[in-house]
């Protein structure tokens, strides 16, 4: 059978993930595997319409289309999205409706999740027959157990698409789009003191009710808040996934763009920030996704640390909660307090310009009022996740993060606290023995409130 694969990495046949998919298709000659580099050169996709044109009719004439990505902060990279786009601005779902449809990724497993759920998403509002993904870690191709898993599941969908199988389909369609929202004139008129305020949206149409919700937020400060559109922004193109930035932070695009004096001068020192954009698709716009990708040449160091930070966001964001987690672990990945998220959902704009007020009321609340929000597990899971990985394998691809990660306390490994193991060998042993172990389980529950409960009833 044909097989259409769709690579989304920015490095083309230097990916990864296509070496997953050069060994299924030496594993199983008898299929065609046809890979269109669709990441590495959307921007010729975008200008040649005939460059597009050839992928579609691959996909037409194809049994199987298999979507090949990298994990990039959350979601796909830029470019891979910015293709997404491309098919439902060109109304060319026609060609992928009906088509069986696995997706593949490589990742260190942060946040794969949210990346295939957005996947499977739009394979089902593209009307596809949604078989499967596959989440392998970066070199699990290494390691036998992990071919062997790989080969199963190649085999799998291909068995699946040979007897034509039933798939459920999972994600709804999303429903109309809200009202056009009309902002009433605020009475509001917040101090923000000396704090710095930046409102950034993307710009990139359709906006839906994004700049009247801007216009209505910066209106409720007294005082200026800075409004920068990222369609101004000088950004040549997304993150190569080249890595230069591990050892010193160093983009490749340094001094070939604006983005990073843009970020380093305006968000970073900002102390309020503010990301406002429509919906497009099952998340925020690939204009949106490129600021995201190329604020990696800070590699996985929090550079949002004790802002204050919130979302404007026009569309049906009720109806997508994957991407609402995506937003709140962006918050929590940046150790920044997510002040709130406020949509153009509401029954009408006096609704939401109430929450729009209250919105402005919180972001410029001291911070002594509004302390950090401990970590949820996107935060703890996540950290724990590039802990492991810095610290191990990828210590020398990343070295900036590791100066970081060991300077801050990061390396937190249960493993050195000895009065725990020690304890915890003593305990195990206890337990073995059968009159300890009965004792133990009856005292359990109180022994386990013992310590916070001494701080609540005396402190």
């Known amino acids: 059978m044909n097989i259409a694969v769709l690579n989304g990495s920015p490095k083309g046949d230097l990916s990864v993930t296509l070496q997953y998919v050069r060994y299924a298709a030496a594993k199983f000659p008898q299929h065609s595997f046809r890979i269109f580099p669709v990441a590495r050169t959307i921007r010729k996709i975008e200008r040649d319409e005939s460059a597009f044109q050839e992928i579609i009719d691959a996909v037409k004439n194809a049994d199987v289309v298999l979507w090949s990505f990298p994990l990039y902060f959350f979601l796909v990279c830029s470019q891979y999205k910015r293709f997404i786009e491309l098919i439902f601005e060109r109304k ?3 060609a992928f409706a009906g088509k069986y449809t696995v997706c593949l990724s490589t990742s260190v497993h942060f946040f794969d999740h949210t990346a295939h759920n957005y996947m499977h998403a739009v394979c089902d509002d593209l009307g596809m027959n949604f078989i499967g993904s596959y989440s392998a870690a970066m070199y ?3 390691r036998g157990k992990e071919r062997k ?6 085999g799998h969908f291909l068995d699946v698409v040979n007897r034509r199988a039933p798939t459920p389909r999972v994600y709804p369609p999303l429903k109309a789009s809200p009202a056009a929202y009309s902002p009433g004139r605020t009475a509001v008129d917040i101090e923000a003191q ?10 990139q149409e359709p906006s839906g009710n994004t700049d009247a919700m801007v216009a209505q937020l910066a209106a409720c400060f007294r005082g200026t808040a800075d409004v920068a559109s990222l ?6 193109g997304g993150c190569l996934g080249c890595c230069k930035c591990g050892l010193d932070n160093v983009c490749d695009y340094q001094g070939k763009d604006g983005f990073v004096d843009f970020y380093e001068n305006s968000v970073k020192k900002a102390d309020i920030v503010v990301f406002a954009g429509a919906i497009h698709d099952r998340y925020l716009s690939s204009r949106w996704k490129m600021f995201f990708d190329r604020s990696f040449y800070n590699t996985h160091v929090p550079t949002l640390a004790g802002k204050q930070i919130a979302y404007l966001i026009s569309g049906p964001l009720a109806q997508i909660p994957n991407l609402r987690q995506v937003l709140e672990a962006y918050a929590e990945f940046q150790e920044a307090n997510l002040a709130g998220i406020v949509t153009d959902e509401e029954d009408n704009s006096t609704e939401t310009d109430e929450l729009m007020a209250e919105l402005a009321r919180r972001l410029v609340r001291p911070a002594a009022d509004i302390p950090l929000q401990p970590m949820t597990f996107l935060g703890v899971g996540g950290r724990k996740i590039f802990r492991d990985e810095i610290y191990g394998m990828l210590r020398f691809v990343f070295q900036s993060d590791y100066r970081y990660y060991k300077k ?9 606290n000895f009065k725990v193991r020690r304890m915890n060998m003593m305990m195990t042993t206890l337990t073995k023995i059968p009159p300890v172990r ?4 009856k005292m359990l529950k109180e022994q386990m409130v013992k310590p916070v409960k001494y701080i609540a009833e005396n402190r």
């Not at 000396?194 to 710009?203: A, F, S, V, Y």
């Not at 801050?408 to 050195?416: E, L, N, R």
């Open 231 to 236: 369609m101004d922004l000088d950004i040549k």
């Open 194 to 203: 000396d704090k710095r305020i930046l409102i950034l949206q993307d710009g």
């Open 92 to 94: 060319q779902q026609e």
């Open 149 to 154: 898993r790989w080969l199963s599941f190649a």
């Open 408 to 416: 801050h306390g990061y390396f937190d490994f249960p493993h050195k």
């Open 438 to 441: 009965r004792k133990f389980l």
């Open 140 to 142: 699990d191709l290494m």
